[in-house]
């Protein structure tokens, strides 16, 4: 069973900055695919990053050139480095791991997660 701790939330203005961590415990092995989806109320969650077992990275157009997903496979960690934050960005962040290596497309992937973290919010004003 895995279990992911996430960090690294807040409030931030216009244009500012956040790192999100998730660590995740529990793999017997190497750490499958891990990523992150964000939702606000009344809307669905949707996929934000995702970086699969070989380190390839996958992101939503909305956050392309400004958020970077990376790992420490050591540590088995996950972070979300957030630049350039609007407010649009503001949801709860949730962070996602799976057994197996290979991450699906988001839209697929959502409702078949593995794991799921307690969430994280993130608020831009």
């Known amino acids: 069973h895995v279990q992911l701790v996430e960090s690294g939330g807040g409030s931030v203005q216009s244009g500012g900055s956040l790192r999100l961590s998730c660590a995740a415990s529990g793999y017997r092995f190497r750490r499958g695919c891990m990523g992150w989806f964000r939702q606000v109320p009344g809307k669905e969650r949707g996929g934000v990053a995702s970086?699969?077992?070989?380190?390839?990275?996958n992101y939503a157009d909305s956050v392309k050139g400004r958020f970077t997903i990376s790992v420490d496979n050591a540590k088995n960690t996950i972070y979300l480095q957030m630049n350039s934050l609007k407010p649009d960005d503001t949801a709860m962040y949730y962070c996602?791991?799976?057994?197996?290596?290979?991450?699906?497309?988001?839209?697929?992937?959502?409702?078949?997660?593995?794991?799921w973290g307690q969430g994280t919010q993130v608020t831009v004003s």
């Open positions: 996602a791991a799976d057994l197996q290596g290979t991450c699906p497309p988001f839209v697929a992937w959502v409702s078949v997660v593995n794991y």
């Open positions: 970086i699969d077992r070989d380190g390839i990275t």
